[in-house]
Each structure stands twice: as structure tokens, then as C-alpha cells.
């Protein structure tokens, strides 16, 4: 199972980016996605996730202007994410709870992380 997590950038304060997280390989099942991020010298935070039932969680800090959301076809989470701040610079992190149809198992993976970086 691999996720490729893309749409990081540089942006202005106050301006927007969508970031996505494709699942691809042997996925039979996705019960959650969501996004971390991690700033310099700054532990791994929670941004937001989203379940199988569409019921979504956010950090205090970005309620309101961010958005999770998921295509099940596509197997791809989104993250929009509006009226971005300073203090939303971060690598961004995608994670998903996979059932892996070649071993038949749950298993907790992880994309590579995208750089958002929000500066004028």
C-alpha cells in the first residue's frame, strides 16, 4: 500500500491550497484518512480526519477554515485548506487505516510528506 500525498506549496497569508492523499495497491478497504503535520522543532499534530462515515475531526486551530473530505472511488483524500496563516508552515503528512487484500490485515500507513509553507 503506498500513499502519494501531493498540493503543498508556497502561499500567501490568507490564501488557499488543496492537498490530496492517493491510496494505491493492494487496498480492499479504508476506514479513516487524515493529515498530520509536523512544523520545525514541533511534534506530529493532528489537522483533521475523516471516517468511513463521512464523520470528520479537526484540530482547534484550523476549524473553520480547513475542510477533509474523500472520493472512496478514487481512493483519495483532500484537504482543503483556506485563509492559510503563518503558522500553518508545516510538512504535511497523509495516514490511512488500509485493508490490505494480499495479507488480509488492517494495517496504519503513511505518505510522504508535502512542504506547505505560507509566507509573503
Known amino acids: 500500500v503506498q500513499l502519494q500525498a501531493s498540493g503543498g506549496g508556497l502561499v500567501q497569508p490568507g490564501g488557499s491550497l488543496r492537498l490530496s492523499c492517493a491510496a494505491s495497491?493492494?487496498?480492499?478497504?479504508?476506514?479513516?484518512m487524515g493529515w498530520y503535520r509536523q512544523a520545525p522543532g514541533k511534534k506530529r499534530e493532528l489537522v483533521a480526519t475523516?471516517?468511513?462515515?463521512?464523520?470528520?475531526t479537526y484540530a482547534d486551530s484550523v476549524k473553520g477554515r480547513f475542510t477533509i473530505s474523500v472520493d472512496n472511488a478514487k481512493k483519495t483524500a483532500y484537504l482543503q485548506m483556506n485563509s492559510l496563516k503563518p503558522e500553518d508552515t508545516a510538512v504535511y503528512y497523509c495516514?490511512?487505516?488500509?485493508?490490505?487484500?494480499?495479507?488480509?490485515?488492517?494495517?496504519?500507513?503513511w505518505g510522504q510528506g508535502t512542504l506547505v509553507t505560507v509566507s509573503s
Open positions: 475523516i471516517i468511513r462515515s463521512g464523520t470528520t
Open positions: 495516514n490511512a487505516g488500509v485493508f490490505e487484500s494480499i495479507r488480509g490485515s488492517w494495517g496504519n500507513y
Open positions: 495497491g493492494s487496498v480492499l478497504s479504508i476506514s479513516t
